[in-house]
């Protein structure tokens, strides 16, 4: 079941009416004549509607077309997990067709109705039943199949000779062997037809439409093979009885050599190979490949694994930078402004998983160019660093370097110059080493006026933290740390930038007791606002769990010790647009500069048309639905502005929930997590009994699934890797549309903005 939206897909509520429609039994392929007229029952949103059924098996193919001549046709199908809306199906003007597969069995609704309200006139309809892509029987021996080659590209024709799927649309069959592993990037290319790309085999069954990431009505799907065995390719088209000529090629994509783990490589569109902690120079120009929304874009790929932490950056005097990382499952994180007022872009995150990254060096506006120079440099520990001689017992904790002893608070003196150790990156540094005690606190400060300190602390179990800038306004690195574990600890003193170089002074310090010393570190509290809408009260349609998911998280919280005094759950009738406004400046008020500040939300999104903007440049607003209005993305932004806590975080389980990181993370100290892209739906995540796998994931990080290294700290990378890791799991399969019907697959969206990773959001408490 899809959490649906309103605006454009209207129809989600079918109350209101002043009469209900009397429902007709369809017969599957024979065509139905109607007509859209006063005497019909209406949409809540005022169009004429007739409702039609159809008995279903599970797993059949459910097409549906609608065509009139007289108004803007606009179909829905609604059945057990099934909730599916079209406007215009591309090529068939302003007509509408959907394709749909029945999860179970069942008597399925189809709604015909106009894309405007008061429409009216004759339509015709026809719904088709067969087989689902999966279902079809694997491509045959040679005879039926032709075999792939990697990277050969082949051309191909769809039409009337062809095979054809139940939908009426042609295909071509092809095989391809492949190893349990083995990472694939099929693209299938038309200036014909729309492209329809699908593949199966053993434990593997994938479908795509159109590849949205690059934004074009091509198709293009990303595998990685579960089992070795022969795997069908099919090539056919989104509509039937489409015809034309196609280029379908397959890339094994983790074919390239795994890289040493002192380099990362990447590439750009031109083949150059960069090494690691190198600087790549391009030029953003008309004819560069482009987003949907308009900005130019250049692509540069690296090879990462699970738990690495790079940083990307993207600097340029010309433009607007604005960077994109996207994972081999196709998880996106971005980011416009490395800091307030710098119009240069900087992205650092803990890789999720083994495989090829994608970089996208891109613009914050559409239409900007110029050159950038773009780099990535690996942050994880380096290796080779010397070993320095043991440091005095526990009851003394010192640090040394070369033999010397570093008295506690009393700064030793250092010099960062040519002919010092490096990282792999290329910057200079100075190791040394002091002897800790489980449950001290431990406060290591670097300062210098000759260039931007850098700090890395190294544990015993070889887990590391690091620290750019301290927060206090200046370019000083402070890490504050509660020991772990009893043993050496390694400290490393380097540059933000390769090359610096320059005296420092560093500073070890002890506190026996758990006090904050630094903005770093708080005493925990959350102070939330957490709402939830499942029932809409007839003015949208009603959703599974939503509301359940605002008062679960809630007791989560509270059950860790966490939740502070002051905070506020909403739903159902309690959750209106004024009350929540009153909550949210009432808890955000409560919230300081040591506390989390956490809004929540689990219900319908919608999308709205407005005017192509910066903020918005598909032309659509996102706004949460309330239980009697919405909030917008330009809302909820302001009242974020007024949020003075170290971090506060907006957490969005509904449809379109990506469209408010523009808008809402647009300060240093805003997070982001949202259950979708911008222009793509949410599903209820029925599995776990929540209105959401954001909201289910959630609940579970901040209930301590999160805490990687156990240190009942959870820091903001540990939460963002945590939900990526879910959504990897579970989610990469859900199928999301577009309010155009355009159909895709859910993904994550996580924006941290200034938010480091290494900030945190909760301490827990057992």
Known sequence: MKKLWLGVCAAIALAGA??????????????????????????????????????????????ASMESDQFDPYLMVRGPGVSEDNDDAPGRGRNAHLTVTAPQAGVFTIIATSFQ?????????????????????????????????????VTGQLGPNDPAMPNGAFVDAY??????????????????????????????????????????????LVVTLPESGLYAIRASSYGPRERGNYQLIVRDVGAQPVLASASVAVSGASGQVLSLGAVAQGVLQQGDEALISGEWTDRYRFEGVAGQRVRITMTAQELDAYLMLIGPNGAQEENDDAAAGVTDSRLDAILSEDGVYTVVATTYRP??????????????????????????????PAAVS????????????????????????GEFMDTYRFEGRRGQRATITLTSSEFDPYLMMVQPDGRQIENDD???????????QVLPEDGVYEVTVTSYQPGETGGYALTLGFEATGVAVNQQRTDGRIFAVLVGVSDYAGTANNLEFTAE??????????????????????????ATVSRVRQAFQQVAALAGPGDTFLFFFSGHGVQNRGQPSPTEPDGYEEAIVLRDGQISDNELAQWFGGVRSRVALLAIDACFAGGFARDVVSRPNVMGLFSSEEDLTSSVADKFRAGGYLSYFLRNGLAGDSDADGDEVITAGELSAYLRREFASEVTHVEATTTEGQRNYQFLVIDRGGVKIDDEVVALRS
């Open 367 to 396: 239409g900007e160019s110029g050159a950038y120079a773009l780099s990535i440099i690996d942050l994880s520990r380096a290796d080779g660093a010397p070993v320095i001689a043991a440091a005095p017992p526990p009851q003394s």
């Open 470 to 480: 301290s927060g206090d306004g200046s370019l000083n690195s402070q890490i504050v």
């Open 117 to 153: 309200p008061g429409e009216r006139g004759a339509y015709r309809l026809r719904v088709d039943l067969g087989q689902s892509a999966a279902s079809l029987p694997a491509a045959g021996p040679a005879a039926a199949a032709t075999r792939l080659t990697l990277d050969r590209a």
């Open 175 to 220: 095989q391809i062997e492949g190893r349990a592993g083995q990472r694939f990037e099929i693209s299938l290319a038309s200036a014909a037809l729309d492209p329809l790309l699908m593949i199966d085999g053993p434990g593997l069954n994938a479908m795509n439409d159109d590849d949205m990431e690059r934004g074009t009505t091509d198709s293009r």
């Open 18 to 63: 002043p009469e209900a429609s009397a429902q007709v039994a369809l017969r599957p392929g024979v065509a139905a004549q109607g007509e859209l007229s006063p005497d019909d029952g209406r949409l809540q949103s005022g169009e004429y509607r007739d409702e039609f059924t159809v008995q279903v098996p599970a797993g059949a193919v459910i097409t």
């Open 402 to 425: 070369g033999g010397a002893a570093l008295t506690i608070d009393r700064p030793v003196s250092g010099r960062l110059a040519q002919g010092d150790a490096r990282l792999r990156s």
């Open 549 to 574: 998911d605002a008062v679960k998280l809630g007791e989560t919280l509270e059950l860790r010790g966490v939740l502070a005094p002051g905070s506020i759950v909403l739903t159902e009738a309690q």
